[in-house]
């Protein structure tokens, strides 16, 4: 079974770079509300999403989702 842990790894990332929704999704040019949606699970980023998260937090898509 696959557990995704997205949610998770968001707001931890969000966390250590001391950024809330409204600057991270100035950042990487993304509505709050899917950064809002993303972390109460009600919807999935797109795989664009995924990449500029991944891009402004230097680490792997797969670190994201939380697939080892």
């Not at 929704?21 to 950064?35: D, F, H, M, P, Y």
């Not at 795989?47 to 994201?64: G, K, M, P, R």
């Amino acid at each position: 079974m696959i557990n995704i842990k997205f949610d998770e790894n968001l707001k931890r990332m969000m966390m250590e770079y001391s950024v809330n929704q409204v600057a991270l999704s100035k950042e990487i040019g993304v509505a709050q509300s899917a950064i809002s949606a993303w972390l109460n699970k009600k919807k999935e980023p797109s795989i664009t999403s995924l990449w500029l998260l991944a891009d402004y937090f230097d680490c792997s898509v797969d670190e994201l989702i939380g697939r080892e």
